[in-house]
């Protein structure tokens, strides 16, 4: 049955990729969108059908073969099925059929239709392979493939030179996070002698997770980074963590991915490959748990990340940039609250944010299309009369993500800033100082959606004006997107053509569905401080048996509870029942941050609204536009060393000098031997036969004086 | 009983005789005339040793010795007459374009 | 008796070997080496090797030797060549090389005393190993390999010799 979820994309990717160049558009989407609606209906099938033992904890191993079995290492093909890859796989089902839907549409006319979907299929495949497998090196399979189809995602505008650039800065950068993934497994193994997640009887497997929890907790030092021990897995499994979720200092490839086309940003580079690093680090969660020191550091990189990349959303024109640093910055709150023990509000934030963020850019690709691929905001505006559904949609989009009060963002959100303030696991002033952080993320988050939304749907219509007119060669980056005539963009034909106009329905339809499921997939996961504790935190509950907690790691005396087992479910369970006084002390601080929250992102909205509806075109600071010279800084700091390095030490002297120079010094070697020796060849019978009695003698010599 | 050194010692004599004609003949078919005495100097030996020895692989050589020697002399004569067609000659010394 | 026999066919052989090297004409060169190989022949016999003194005839004598002197009377030399003779000074590296080779195997022969052969009782020695039955039963036993081998060798030659031999253009 699990294995059915992964391989139905598989099958549409090789049907399509083998096949689909002699279909038509309809069967090509067709295909595309039926593979991906069997997975999406066994997903919720297996889940709904299962929900009971998940909910109990039980870990549902699929076992399909043996991969590699090599002395003490073993690896199979095996899915796993707990709360958290079962939410997993319903999201990222579910949302990625909508995509596929909308793509059908955004899609319409392009030469290598069927190249696309083929790609967008193989990569539900890598990504569902990626939740469901059973062991860090199965996961690796799915991280290592969904990078794939990132990259040929990104560049599929292949003939344009900025889409293969961006393609190929999202996969080096990928790389250099996989490294650190890799050597994060191999250390895990290396210590536990397992890769899978949890010993499963049926196969005899022990697992690593079952091995963490028996670990004393690493000190909370900074020599425990480097000591080797979890806090070194912990933070070699985050540097893989950074470059799929583009955190700093790996984020710099998630702006430029937006190269591709938009349902590739909407599925990909918001909903669920960036989000992998969210899953890998609260499945590891027993890890961390007994790694203090990493946990703090992903905190800090997480709120870093968030406050940083939201101030540069604030300054961008491009429409797809402000979502792509919005989605970094919202991933930072993601790993803002895993760095702060609250895995399941990280998820529950993941899982919000792939609806709000999904939709938000496909509506940008819906306002793309309307008009004609132009990106640039400063040639937006006034479209909420053009493209009525649009509008409607994106602006739910935005009010979830601002936060405001029972929409989907509001919960997560809330949920992870109310962790962040009541943590435990963060020493001295730590928590309030990541909370502040939080806070003004939250804030400008407000305000940049505000400015994205009043420059594109509300003002004055500025698309209609000269093309040359805002051709200022200091974005020439983003406007070549816009303006360079390109030859392979869906619709090219269209191109400068009529006013701006609503959407076919094979697009609005899915902007409409996840609205919806913007809008009502935070009551999933009500904090319970809002009820007052009445209505229970259905998602957090659901998972607690997936993830570890903190408190199970404290006091560093070795935690024989092993979680996934039924008991440390009810162990918590009867911890909050012991505790109610705590409890309610809990909510109350949770409802005056919560008031805090809805007064922080109101104000955003209002101060977005009233300044960039006077001033919709004023000028961000430089600094911010520019992105902090982040990629300057490290074109200056690290690509051009290396290029300089491989230039003049790597090429001109070890290539040119040391390995050409013995190739080619062995040829001369044997050019001068053979030189001197041809005077041997007489190129007379007889002078061969002369040398030859010259060998016989001399080998009948050395056996009679032998 | 003739000993085995006699048989030795006449095949060392034949050999160095087809050795020297290589030396100095210079006519192509004489000069291969001088390779079959060779081998069959060496034959003698196999055949000697392989009385001497009352092994049957030694005679089992010289057939196949005499199988290459029947292809060495059919490719060998071929290039004979390609080399006499061409350069209307058979002396050893016209042909040495071989040399560099 | 053997030993007479061994010298007069020895001798024969030997001097039929000169003789090779003092005609100038090919033809009589290649007489003289079917001589040679006659008594070679002859000495396989002494030796009990009675199909290999056979095949000697038939195959060497007869039919490898007939294949040379056809070639030689086909080829048909002209007597009006130039003289050509490089590197003259080779040929006399002819005679130190022969008497060293000469001397090196001669310095050897003595060691065959200290070889131990097995005795053969004299009414077995002629059926010991040398019968057509002996080598045929060995050649397509534990020699089949060499043997086949050899075979495609043949062909290889056959059709070389046809590649090399033909005229352009047939």
Known sequence: MLAAIILAPLAGALILGLFGKRMGERAIGFIACSTVAVSAVLSFYVFFANREALEAGTKIHEYLFTWISVGQFRADAALLLDSLSGIYILFVTFVGFWIHVFATGYMHGDTGYYRFFAYLNLFMFAMLTLVLGDNFLLMFVGWEGVGLCSYLLIGYYFLRDYANDAAKKAFIVNRIGDFGFALGVMLLFSQAHTIFYFSDPARGTQGAFNWAMTQLADPFTASAIFAGGLTTIGILLFIGATGKSAQIPLFVWLPDAMAGPTPVSALIHAATMVTAGVYMVSRASSIFIHAPMAMMIIAIIGAATALFAATIGLAQWDIKKVLAYSTISQLGYMFLACGVGAFAAGIFHVFTHAFFKALLFLGSGSVIVGLHHEQDMRRMGGLKKFMPVTFATMLVGWLAISGVPLLSGFFSKDEILFRTFTTAGLPDAWPKILWIVGAITALLTAVYMTRLMVLTFWGSERFSESHAAHHDTRHSDESHQSVTPHGVGPNEHEHHAGPPRESPRSMTVPLVVLAIGAVFAGYLGVPEGLSGGKIPNYFERILEPSIAHPQDAHSGSPIRQIIGEPAAHEKAASAANAAPAAEDEGHGTEIMLTVISVIIAFLGIGIGWSWFNRKPLWQPPRLLEDKYYVDEIYNAAIVQPIKVGSTNLLWKIIDVGIIDGAVNGAAYLASRIGNAMRYMQLGLARGYVALVVLGALLIIGYFIMK | ?100 | MEQTLFIIFAVIAVASALNILIQRNPLYSALSLIVTLASLSALYLTLHAQFIAAIQVVVYAGAIMVLFVFVIMLLNEPKDVPHIEKHKWLRYLAIPFAGLLIAEMFYALPLDKQIAFPSIPAEQADTAVGTTWNIGTALFTDYLLPFEVTSVLILMAVVGAMVLARREGD
């Open chain 2, 1 to 100: 009983m003739v000993p085995l050194s006699w048989y030795l010692g006449l095949s060392a004599l034949l050999f160095t005789i087809g050795a020297v004609g290589v030396f100095i003949k210079r006519n192509a078919i004489t000069i291969f005339l001088c390779i079959e005495l060779m081998l069959n100097a060496a034959n003698l030996a196999l055949v000697a040793l392989s009385g001497f020895f009352g092994d049957v692989g030694g005679q089992l050589f010289v057939f196949i010795v005499m199988t290459v020697a029947a292809a060495e002399a059919a490719v060998g004569l071929a290039i004979v007459i390609s080399v006499f067609r061409n350069r209307e000659s058979l002396n050893v010394d016209d042909v040495d374009t071989l040399k560099l």
